[in-house]
């Protein structure tokens, strides 16, 4: 099968994927991207395994559609309740040389660095945090790791509606910083496991006491997929390189523009895009 050379797909279901895809074209700016967000459905983060599998699955064909031949599901909810399904059942129907991946992986893969306790917390969206996904893949490995989960339902909205520097931020924050190191005093290393929260790291670091380390994913998957290109040159040489990005969305495209950019810190036009059931 010969392939015509394509961007690569990051997809999210709402705008925190746009913080990975930031780091990403940092990292690896000679590549063409598209970035596909399924805002009209968002947030993931309180749907069932099943629907989030349907909606994810239906974005990674729109992106292979697209000519696409690898796709970074750079959504903590996605990764958690879709990727596994979409790697093993499904992709040897579509397309065995196609490849998708996550962003809770190469994150638990750094924590081994990081964390001395072995005492690790996690937050994130209901859904991640209820897939229990950081725990399977701290236990695969790092095991003898300690995690903790506590759920963040107000950061999303927090950020999604310009708040992260109000005083709204603080009291959850705060109450939800001290809620999950209430869990564990031995915690030295806390994982951002929503590609949202980054925005609010300014809020999260006021509370949480210096001597713990907040690991966030954009810089971490970055490193990850320009390692991953650099082991697998026949799928490196099958991604297009102009330095390019398009942004689709489900959703209003004035509106995603608008917020999109704030994201990413520049100009951004997005053109709306309408997702099949297959």
């Known amino acids: ?32 991207y598209i970035f596909l967000g399924d805002n009209a459905r968002a947030p993931y983060g309180t749907r069932s395994f099943q629907l989030v599998y349907e909606f994810t699955l239906q974005s990674v064909n729109y992106l292979f559609a697209q000519g696409c031949q690898l796709v970074i599901l750079a959504c903590n909810t996605a990764s958690a309740k879709a990727l596994r399904t979409i790697q093993q059942n499904d992709l040897p129907h579509i397309d065995p040389t196609r490849r998708v991946l996550g962003v809770i992986r190469p994150t638990v893969e750094k924590v081994g660095e990081i964390s001395r306790t072995g005492h690790v917390g996690v937050f994130g969206t209901p859904g991640t945090i209820q897939s229990r996904s950081y725990d399977i893949e701290i236990a695969k490995m790092h095991p003898g790791f300690s995690v903790y989960g506590h759920a963040c339902p107000m950061w999303v909205p927090l950020v999604e509606n310009r708040e992260s520097d109000g005083d709204g931020a603080d009291y959850f924050v705060k109450k939800d910083v001290e809620a999950l190191l209430s869990q564990c005093a031995d915690i030295d290393a806390v994982i951002l496991g929503c590609t949202h929260y980054p925005l609010l790291i300014h809020k999260i670091r006021k509370y949480m006491p210096p001597h713990i380390q907040v690991i966030e994913q954009g810089h971490i998957v ?17 991604c297009s390189q102009g330095g390019s990005c398009r942004y689709l969305t489900t959703e209003d495209a004035t509106r995603f523009s608008s917020l999109a950019s704030v994201f990413v810190n520049e100009e951004v036009a997005a053109q709306h895009v309408t997702l099949a059931a297959k």
């Open 222 to 238: 970055a490193e990850s997929l320009k390692d991953y290109l650099h082991r697998h040159p026949e799928m490196e040489c099958r």
């Open 1 to 32: 099968m010969t392939h015509t050379k394509a961007p690569i797909g990051i997809f999210d279901s709402g705008f925190g994927g746009l913080s990975i895809l930031r780091e990403i074209r940092k990292v690896l700016p000679q590549y063409d």
